[in-house]
T-cell receptor, first 113, second 113 residues
Framework: AQSVAQPEDQVNVAEGNPLTVKCTYSVSGNPYLFWYVQYPNRGLQFLLKYITGDNLVKGSYGFEAEFNKSQTSFHLKKPSALVSDSALYFCAVRGGSQGNLIFGKGTKLSVKP | GAGVSQSPSNKVTEKGKDVELRCDPISGHTALYWYRQSLGQGLEFLIYFQGNSAPDKSGLPSDRFSAERTGGSVSTLTIQRTQQEDSAVYLC???????????FGSGTRLTVV
């Protein structure tokens, strides 16, 4: 069965420093991977996806993610964190054949000034 | 509309009552998904509609839960004989096709007292 794991419940970063939010996956076949962000009291917003092609995927708000097949990882990164990046981040993998996504439990990112 | 609309935004109901949650997806989006977000539990897939195909109901937690989608557009999630453990935020999402990013609604916060 397809699954994703987000090993960190919370990540703390100082503003201006690079950030990484980790995600590992388990799939049979080619992985279709996604990142979403949820700001407080808001719905989830799509950040980026990997379907095929370049291992480094660029998305919204300056975020990028690196697909690593050998390590089965899809970590979310940003070179310089902003306080406004503080939110809940979800990694997801396509589950069933019809395309529903399976989400990780989420990682709370806290960026301090 | 411009986004996915869910109503009501908040619902408080007594244990044992039935509730209906509504989702109005983005016009033209053929895929519609329902998820449940409980505190500390991440997003739990409930049900998925794709065009005129039979829905994927594999995520529904019990036979008290059902959903329908009329005319390929609006969807209603019904929970019968609500229990306290049904308290959660119910999220609806739509997408134009498989492997495309979802657009989520703001959710319905259900509280069963």
């Amino acid at each position: 069965a397809q699954s994703v794991a987000q090993p960190e419940d919370q990540v703390n970063v100082a503003e201006g420093n690079p950030l990484t939010v980790k995600c590992t996956y388990s799939v049979s076949g080619n992985p279709y991977l996604f990142w979403y962000v949820q700001y407080p009291n808001r719905g989830l917003q799509f950040l980026l996806k990997y379907i095929t092609g370049d291992n480094l995927v660029k998305g919204s708000y300056g975020f990028e993610a690196e697909f690593n097949k050998s390590q089965t990882s899809f970590h979310l990164k940003k070179p310089s964190a902003l306080v406004s990046d503080s939110a809940l981040y979800f990694c997801a993998v396509r589950g069933g054949s019809q395309g529903n996504l399976i989400f990780g439990k989420g990682t709370k990112l806290s960026v301090k000034p | 509309g411009a986004g996915v609309s869910q109503s009501p935004s908040n619902k408080v109901t007594e244990k044992g009552k039935d509730v209906e949650l509504r989702c109005d997806p983005i016009s033209g989006h053929t895929a519609l998904y329902w998820y449940r977000q409980s505190l500390g539990q991440g997003l739990e897939f409930l049900i998925y509609f794709q065009g005129n195909s039979a829905p994927d109901k594999s995520g529904l937690p019990s036979d008290r839960f059902s959903a329908e989608r009329t005319g390929g557009s609006v969807s209603t999630l019904t929970i019968q004989r609500t229990q306290q453990e049904d308290s959660a935020v119910y999220l609806c999402a739509s997408s134009p096709r498989v492997n495309y990013g979802y657009t989520f609604g703001s959710g319905t916060r259900l509280t069963v007292v």
